[in-house]
C-alpha cells in the first residue's frame, strides 16, 4: 500500500472516493490538525459567500455584521455532526473513533468548501447571464461532498451501504435532536442572565437611592 504525506493524503481521499477513505484506514492516516484547518476555511468561506459574493449575483441588505451565524452554518454544524454520527454509530457497532470521523468527515467537505471560495472569485469575474456556471459549480461541490462523505462514514465504521445510508439518516436526526436541545440552553441561559442583571440593576438603584 502506498505511502503519502498528509496533504497527498488529503487529495488522494477527496479525488478517489471508493477506495481513499479506506485505504486511509489501513494506514492509520489523517491529520487533526488539517481537519480543523479545513473547518476554518469553512467558517470563513461562508462569511466570503455572504458578504463578499459579486454585487451583481447578490446584494446582502445586512448592515451590521453578525458572526454567530456563520459560527453555527461551520464550525456547531460540523460539531453536532461529528458527535451524532459517533453517538448513533456507537449503538450500530461502528468501530469509527470521533477523532477519525472528525478527520474523515472534515476531508469530505472539502469539494463544498472550494466552491465557496470558486464562486466568490468567479462572481467578480463572470456577467450576470453567466450565472448558470456559478451553479454548476456549487451543485458539483456539494454532490461530491455528499459522495465523499457517505464513503467516509461507510469506511471509518466498516458498513455495508444499506447500513451506511441507516446511519447517515440516524445522525441527521440526532443533529436535529441537539440543535434544538442547544437553541433551548441557551434561551434559558438568556432568561437566566437577563432575570441575573434586572437584580443587579435592581439593587445597585436602591444603593443609590
Given amino acids: 500500500m502506498m505511502d503519502l504525506t498528509e496533504t497527498q493524503w488529503v487529495r488522494y481521499a477527496v479525488t478517489h472516493p471508493v477506495e481513499g477513505f479506506d485505504d486511509m484506514r489501513w494506514k492509520k492516516s489523517g491529520s487533526l490538525k488539517i481537519a480543523f484547518l479545513i473547518v476554518g476555511l469553512l467558517f470563513f468561506g461562508e462569511i466570503a459567500d455572504d458578504r463578499l459574493f459579486g454585487a ?3 446584494i446582502s441588505y445586512e ?11 461551520s464550525i456547531i454544524l460540523f460539531a453536532v455532526w461529528v ?3 459517533w453517538a448513533v454509530c456507537t449503538l450500530l457497532d461502528g468501530e469509527g473513533t ?4 472528525c478527520i ?6 472539502i469539494p463544498y468548501v472550494a466552491q465557496l471560495y470558486i464562486n466568490v472569485i468567479l462572481s467578480h469575474v463572470l456577467i450576470r447571464d453567466e450565472s448558470v456556471f456559478l451553479d454548476i459549480i456549487r451543485i458539483a461541490g456539494i454532490g ?3 459522495v465523499l462523505l457517505f464513503s467516509a462514514i461507510k469506511s471509518v465504521h466498516q ?3 444499506l447500513k451506511t445510508a441507516a446511519a447517515i439518516l440516524l445522525t441527521i436526526a440526532a443533529m436535529l435532536i441537539m440543535l434544538f436541545l442547544l437553541v433551548l440552553m441557551l434561551a434559558l441561559l438568556q432568561q437566566i442572565w437577563i432575570f441575573i442583571s434586572t437584580v443587579v440593576t435592581e439593587i445597585i438603584y436602591r444603593i443609590k437611592v
Fill in 56 to 58: 451583481q449575483f447578490f
Fill in 63 to 73: 448592515r451590521i455584521f453578525n458572526v454567530v451565524p456563520y459560527i453555527v452554518r
Fill in 83 to 85: 458527535v451524532g454520527n
Fill in 98 to 101: 470521533m477523532k477519525n470521523i
Fill in 104 to 109: 474523515y468527515s472534515a476531508y469530505a467537505i
Fill in 144 to 146: 461530491w461532498t455528499a
Fill in 159 to 161: 458498513y455495508s451501504f
